[in-house]
Each structure stands twice: as C-alpha cells, then as structure tokens.
C-alpha cells in the first residue's frame, strides 16, 4: 500500500537517514543508477554521516551540499510514496561494486565486493558449490551446542538439506547470551553487524542491545527456521569416538543423569570458547560469610543495594558490571590488575531513535546498507590492525600507523574523562599496544570511576577472610559482597574425551598447545568440524566468523556428498605447512610482542592461540570452498571395504 505523499512519518525517517544510504535506497526503489554518478565529486560517497566508533574512528568525512542532499531525500520521499517496493532487489556483482564503492566513497576489491554482497545481506554463502547431489538420508550430522554458531549451524545445515541434530547441555537456546545475566550484560559490537547476514533485524531497540533482547533475537531465529524442534536440549556431550571401520562418530552424550549415543558421519563443534568461568586461587574464599558470585554464574537473588562491594577484574564483563552495580552499592571497590584500552562510542547506551527506527523497518535496504557501512573496516583494513609495521615502528617506535591512531584517540579520551583526576588517568592507562589485549566499548564506566562511593584500586587479590579480601601487596578491602569478573578459561574442548583415528585424543594432540587448520580441522580427526576454535577469532564480529566457519563446514561437507566420501581428514603436513604461515605471521603481530598485556589471548605456554593474523576478508576467502587436496579423503566404496557399509548410521532422536 503506497505511503501518503506528505506522511510526516516518512519526511522524519528519510530526513534521520545518512545521506548516502539515503541515496542508495533511491537506486533501489528506482532502478534508476544514473543517481549514482549524477552529482560527481560533490556527492560521491565520501560524505558519510558520523559512523560508530567500530566502523573507524580515525576517518574524516567530507560535508555534502546540503542542497544535494535535500534533492536526494525530497526525490526518495516521492520514490517511496508513489511505491514503496524496490525494481532493484538483488544488484549483480558488477553494480553492486559500484553502489559499495560509492557507499565507501573509494575503491574496493572485488573480493571485498563480494564479501559485502554476503555479509550486509544481499546475498547468501557466495560462492557456494552448486550441487548435484541430495545429501543421502543416511548421512548424519550433528551440531554440539545451541548458541548463536550451533544456530547458524542448523539454519545452513537445513538449506543445504542436511540430516542434522543438535545437542544442548541447557535448557534453551542462545549459549553466551542464556548464561550471562549479569546486570547490564551487553553486546558490545553494534548490533547492526552482531546479527545473522541472513536473518537481519531492522527492530533493535539500543545500537548496543542487552543481553535478553539478544537472547530474544536468537531464540526467534530458531523458532523461524525450524531449528528448535531438531534440538535435544538437557544433553551435554561427553566424549566423541571415531569408530574406523564404520568411518562414523559415535558421540556420548548424558542426558538426565542417562547415557544417550548418538552416530553420526561428521561432528560440528558448537560449544563456544567462552563459556568455563575461571576463579581466582583465593586461599580463605569459602571462609568467606557474604555472597560469592561470577560473573557467568549470576544470581539474581544478590542484594547490592547499600553493600560494600568488590569487584575483582576490569575487563568487558567486568566495565559493564560495575556500571551496574557502583549504581545499587553502598560502595562499590574494583580491583584491577591491569588497565584496558577504553572506546568511546556515543551511542552506546542510546535507544534507536523513532524516525531512524521507522527507516530501519520500512525504507527497503537502508537496513542493509547501514550494516555496510558498519562493515566496512573489515572491508578495507590491508592488514590486521595488530600487525606491526617495521618501517613505522623504526621511525616512531609504535605499532602501525592505524593502530597508534586508534591508541591516541583512546589516550585522548581518558585524557578528555578525567581532566581532574591525574590519579584515575594514571591508573586507567595502559602501557601496552592498542589490541595486545581486548579492547572494550565503554559502556558508562570511566564515569562509575568518578562517582564518589567507587574505588579503583590496583592489585591482585591473594586471599579471602570472612570479611573481607586481601591483596598481593598486603592492603584488605572490607566488603559483604565479592563479585569476580575474571573471565573465562579458554581450553577450546579440552574437558572432553574427544578420541580420533587410533584412540588417539584431541587432549593429547593439543599438547603443548591447540592448533587447527583454517581454525577448525586437526589432523587425526575425521569429519570433525570445530568452530570458534584455534587461532580464529579477532578479526570481526562473533556472528560474522560464525557465519563464515559455518559456510566452510557445509561446503565441505556438501562436496563429501557430491564425490561420495565417507570421510575428509586435514593432512598432518598441509596442517603444519598452514600452521607455520601462522606462526610465522603471528610474529609479526602485538598478540606475540605484547608487551606488559596480560589476557587471554595466548595459552599458558605463550604461544598465541585466539587471533587469526590475517583480516577478516583473508578468512572469508580462505574459507569459500576446502581444498580438497589438502585432505585424505576416504571414498564410500573404499569405506564399505574398511569395515561394514557406512549405510543406516542411526541418529538417536
Ligand atoms: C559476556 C560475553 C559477551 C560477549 N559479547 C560479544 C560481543 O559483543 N561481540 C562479539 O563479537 N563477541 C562477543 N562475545 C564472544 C562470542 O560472541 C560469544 O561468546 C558467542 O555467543 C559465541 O557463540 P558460540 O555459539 O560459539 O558459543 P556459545 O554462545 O558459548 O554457545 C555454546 C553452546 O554450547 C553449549 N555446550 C557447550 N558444551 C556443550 C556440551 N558438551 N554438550 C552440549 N552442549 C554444550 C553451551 O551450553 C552453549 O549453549 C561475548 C562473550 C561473552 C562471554
């Protein structure tokens, strides 16, 4: 039903719009691609409004003629009143580059291009094999976990028309966002782009959502994509045994204190990374007479109104918390180790205003090209922003010349916070490089460490009485409430019994440190699929790399079907040729030369196991299609002469 031509609603969301994504909605609702070029240099996509600080803080805009701009929005209000559906719906390659580049307002790569067209979702999995074969009814897959990546597992899985299962130690979906309930737990990346490519969400009510909006959102696409009902919910994954002579995976899971086996042809590991809260050694915390709580283990039933609270750990979890609690305490102490690199972002703990809301829901594709615009920094960094650039560092001693931008622009900003405060500002400034360690969106807390009932001090705690927490240094910090915000172990799946070809376990494998290839395969380790694991993440968003870990899998496991194997195994040498580059790459970087900064990004042994080296579109490349020789590959026929035809594997459920 075409909007009325003087729709106040309308002239308000399309004057909210930035002028370029209000531009690029014109092209669509028209067709008309003249509209790209028509103004030349005066409008020529440089004129970005204001983006978040994610999407690049050190880029300057150029002002549009406010003239130009007034045609734009007066000719998109007729556009969308004379009729609101898009002629344009699905560019080619070839246009799209052009409105992306025009979006950007320079040129980008094809590959950028096509990653874009995928991940501001425009398209689906680019690139994806074009099969020929269905996958046979007896080809059984199973996803380990429910979170946002055993989701996005089932979504894909189901497209490609897979015989899937899910296993989930809880009892409902959502992973991260089900166990965080902390006060104040947020996503921290704009949810514009912590979102599925293929499930946007026009509706987000804040930029930076709370943690049950999110958990709504993931619950939702389950149901919508019939995942729920494919879900065996209550069943935690023991151990996992690759069984040679029928090439399948039998996996022990418990389910209401019973034993449930399940056999299936290829594992896909969801489990997350982030989800084995670590406690401090404190000699004396069971002593301790008030509430204990972590951060992951949240009870609600907590009182904080009037306590004298400590939180130990200032880290992401940790800056949200205290925001919240420093707000209920009496007094609220936080013990901090070590410093973190603080962003700004103005919007972060803002409503999406009514007018940007109604573009959001009705203008078509302004969602879209607002997620571009949030992308685009992974679109155009040439290399990691944690790469150190020599040459740069020769002249001047930092990092690279992107990376020691967004350092001064944090030390501005604690500079700018506590003009009177030298003692805060000297406690809250690190000594390390930008992204050594996680950087973190300031949800509100440099301003929690100016409230008069808030202490930050620095230190480790070393013991609990029953009052009350002593540090290294000796210093006791009274309080009735302790609160540890000190993350997570990060062991990848080492606490399960995860056996390969020859008995031989992933523990054993993953000694001194875990490795993958591509992140995901081990070699020894047939049809198993981990994502989230091994030098993978950092270089975007969690839903993004899922996504893309995601597409690997299925790819690969669509090209078993369509050459009739029974089972893909990374070979040890192309593993340790793909891990060296790594390495060798890694060197190179501020996650190996740290510095000062503590986290969790490397293993205990030092060796630096969470980062991905590369950028974001590197892995998006590496990961289009497997290449098959850099595999064993066992046929189905070859298979049936193993031991008993790979046939009637039965998935319990
Ligand atoms: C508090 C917090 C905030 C975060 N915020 C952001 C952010 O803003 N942006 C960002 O990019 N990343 C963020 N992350 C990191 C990452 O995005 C999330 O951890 C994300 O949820 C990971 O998704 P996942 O599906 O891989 O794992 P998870 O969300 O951890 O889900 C794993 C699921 O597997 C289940 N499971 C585990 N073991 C078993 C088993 N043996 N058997 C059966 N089921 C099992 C778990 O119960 C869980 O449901 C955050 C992480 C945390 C902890």
Redesign the pocket.
């Known amino acids: 039903m075409p909007l009325a031509a003087d729709s106040t609603q309308l002239r308000a969301a399309v004057a909210a719009l930035d002028p370029v994504v209000a531009r690029l909605c014109l092209v669509h609702l028209t067709g008309d691609r003249s509209q790209l070029t028509r103004f030349g240099p005066a409008f020529d996509g440089a004129q970005r409004g204001p983006q978040s600080t994610f999407a690049g803080p050190v880029a300057t805009m150029k002002a549009a003629d406010p003239a130009v701009v007034a045609e734009i929005r007066d000719l998109l209000v007729r556009a969308m009143s004379a009729n609101p559906e898009p002629v344009l719906t699905r560019p080619g390659r070839a246009l799209f580059r052009q409105m992306a580049e025009f979006c950007v307002g320079f040129p980008l790569g094809q590959t950028a291009c096509d990653m874009a067209r995928e991940q501001a979702g425009f398209s689906q999995d680019e690139g994806a094999l074009e099969a020929t074969r269905v996958p046979p009814e007896d080809f059984k897959v199973l996803v380990?976990?429910?979170?946002?990546?055993?989701?996005?597992a089932g979504v894909k899985l189901k497209a490609a028309g897979f015989n899937y299962r899910i296993?989930?130690?809880?009892s409902e979906?959502?992973?991260?966002?089900?166990?965080?309930t902390y006060p104040n737990?947020?996503?921290?990346?704009p949810s514009v782009q912590?979102s599925y490519s293929f499930e946007l969400n026009p509706s987000w009510t804040k930029y930076?959502p709370r943690?049950p909006e999110y958990l709504a959102y993931l619950k939702k696409v389950a149901d919508r994509y019939g995942i729920t009902e494919r879900i065996d919910f209550n069943?935690?994954?023991?151990a996992c045994a690759w069984n040679e002579s029928r090439q399948i995976w039998r996996v022990t899971?418990e389910r209401a204190g019973r034993e449930e086996v399940y056999e299936a042809n290829a594992v896909f590991i969801?489990?997350?990374?982030?989800?084995r809260p670590s406690y401090p050694d404190l000699p004396g915390l069971g002593s301790f007479l008030g509430p204990v709580v972590h951060?992951?283990v949240w009870d609600d039933a907590v009182a904080l109104e009037g306590k004298k609270v400590v939180v130990v750990g200032t880290g992401?979890?940790a800056a949200q918390l205290a925001t919240a609690a420093a707000a209920r305490a009496g007094h609220l102490t936080i013990v901090q180790r070590q410093p973190n690199y603080m962003l700004p972002d103005p919007k972060v703990l803002q409503h999406v205003g009514a007018d940007e809301l109604w573009a959001l829901e009705n203008i078509p594709f302004v969602l879209q090209w607002t997620r571009f615009q949030s992308l685009s920094t992974l679109l155009t960094l040439p290399v990691s922003m944690a790469r150190i650039d020599h040459e740069w560092r020769a002249q001047t001693g930092g990092v690279s010349a992107i990376n020691d931008g967004v350092r001064q622009f944090c030390l501005g900003y604690i500079g700018a916070k506590f003009v009177d405060r030298p003692d805060l500002r000297a406690k809250v400034t690190p000594d390390f490089p930008f992204f050594a360690k996680r950087p973190i969106l300031d949800c509100g807390y440099y301003d929690t460490l100016l409230r008069d009932n808030v202490d930050l001090v620095e230190g480790e705690p070393s013991a609990c009485d029953q009052t009350g927490v002593t540090l290294k240094d000796g210093r006791r910090i009274e309080c009735d409430v302790l609160i540890l915000a000190t993350g997570?172990i990060l062991d990848f799946l080492t606490?399960?019994d995860v056996r390969g070809r020859g008995g031989q376990t992933l523990e054993s494998s993953w000694r001194p440190y875990p490795f993958a290839y591509m992140g995901l395969e081990v070699p020894g380790f047939p049809n198993l699929f981990i994502?989230?694991g091994p030098n993978s993440a950092l270089t975007?968003?969690?839903?993004t790399?899922?996504e893309q870990q995601t597409h690997y899998i299925v790819e690969t496991l669509k090209t078993m079907v369509e050459e009739d194997l029974a089972a893909v195994e990374v070979k040890p040498e192309a593993c340790q040729s793909y891990c060296a580059r790594l390495y060798e790459e890694l060197d190179q970087t501020i996650w190996v030369n740290h510095g000062t900064a503590h986290g969790y990004y490397r293993h205990a042994t030092g060796r630096v196991v969470l980062g991905y080296p590369w950028t974001n579109l590197h892995y998006w490349q590496a990961l289009r299609k497997p290449e098959l020789s850099d595999y064993l590959v066992t046929s189905r026929s070859e298979a049936a002469r193993i031991g008993q035809p790979t046939k009637a594997v039965a998935a319990a459920g």
């Open positions: 380990i976990g429910a979170g946002m990546v055993g989701i996005n296993v989930e130690r809880r979906v959502g992973g991260t966002w089900s166990i965080n737990a947020a996503v921290d990346t912590y930076y943690g069943t935690a994954m023991k899971c969801a489990c997350g990374f982030l989800s951060s992951a992401a979890t997570f606490g399960f994502t989230s975007a968003s969690h839903t790399l899922g």
